[in-house]
């Protein structure tokens, strides 16, 4: 992990952002609940947590990607333009690709099945970059190497690739604009551990010193190796935020339910954590993972703000004694 440039001015500021969505009936499924984070240029943060907790909702909250029914509140400044009230064809001309670059989590998916590899990167080049037309070519084959993709490959369409080609040329399609921050949602799932290491050593070494890197995982291992810093989701709220080191050694998560995601890693105790996530759509007026934690007492009733970077009243308890 690389130490991020200190500067006064971070990449984006998230604060208060919340997303829910209305269902039938006049209720709603509250995805994610007043979250609170910023990232600095050259950081890593990586947002964890289990399926389910909301943290891909955040993503699409921040590329202007959610449905109908979905509805917002709170900020997320990025260059000036806050993405939560920015319009369609800002978006979509100022933000996606130029300002945020998306490494999705479904990358054969969201490459184009009937171009080729090299014709999709050199359209990208057209649109996000000022290269001349008798250039395009080889800033494709540049942005390829980039993202250590293979010439001989270049000239395949998506389904000739195989799982972590597909992911390699999707990361090549999001560093072209040189964006200042890179999204990465789920980027290693379904790779072999060794292409897990490859894949977000590349997304951290093309962070830079100008560019920050929000990787949303479940894979502890991979937020281990590049993370700056952690932030943990549970319920659609960020219950802990910490320094990587100090999450991943000592002193450790401060949450229960961040040292129960610890804890259940094979390298570790393998302990699965009880219980399981409350719904969404009945979320209680306290702390969330009061049903699933040993801890809780008639304090958790009430919900915990994050304060000193944990939303636990026995943590903070324990950090004031």
């Known amino acids: 992990m690389s130490t991020p440039t200190t500067t006064s001015a971070p990449v984006l500021s998230v604060q208060g952002l919340s997303v829910r969505f209305r269902m039938r009936g006049d209720t709603f499924v509250r995805a994610v609940s007043d979250a609170h984070f910023e990232l600095a240029p050259g950081e890593c943060l990586a947002?964890?947590?289990e399926s389910g907790c909301g943290k891909s909702v955040l993503a699409s909250a921040l590329l202007g990607l959610l449905p109908g029914n979905a509805e917002t509140a709170g900020s997320a400044l990025l260059d000036g333009i806050d993405l939560l009230r920015a319009d369609e064809q800002t978006l979509a001309r100022t933000v996606r690709g130029r300002r945020i670059g998306l490494v999705p989590q479904s990358p054969a998916a969201h490459l184009t099945p009937v171009r080729t590899v090299r014709s999709q990167l050199e359209e990208t080049v057209r649109e996000l970059t000022d290269t001349p037309r008798p250039d395009i070519r080889k800033a494709a084959v540049a942005a390829a190497e980039r993202a250590a993709f293979p010439a001989?490959?270049?000239?395949?369409?998506?389904?000739?690739?195989?799982?972590?080609l597909a992911q390699r040329a999707a990361?090549?399609?999001?560093?072209?604009?040189?964006?200042?921050?890179?999204l990465a949602d789920e980027p290693t799932t379904g790779l072999d551990r060794d292409l897990v290491e490859r894949t977000v050593d590349e997304l951290k070494r093309h962070t830079g010193d100008s560019r920050a890197l929000l990787m949303i995982t479940h894979d502890l291992a991979a937020a281990e190796r590049i993370a700056d810093r952690i932030a943990v989701m549970y319920a659609g709220r960020i219950v802990e935020q910490a320094d990587a080191r100090a999450f991943f050694g000592e002193p450790g998560p401060r949450h229960p339910y961040a040292r129960g995601l610890l804890n259940a890693l094979p390298e570790?105790?393998?302990t699965p954590i009880p219980g399981l996530p409350p719904e969404l759509v009945d979320l209680p007026d306290g702390c969330a993972f009061a049903p699933r934690c040993t801890s809780a007492t008639d304090a958790c009733e009430v919900l915990p703000p994050l304060d000193a970077g944990v939303a636990c009243h026995h943590a903070l308890e324990a950090q004031r004694a």
């Open 47 to 49: 947002l964890v947590g």
């Open 268 to 270: 570790r105790e393998f």
């Open 152 to 164: 001989d490959h270049l000239d395949r369409h998506p389904h000739e690739l195989s799982g972590g």
């Open 171 to 182: 990361t090549a399609l999001a560093l072209i604009g040189d964006a200042p921050l890179l």
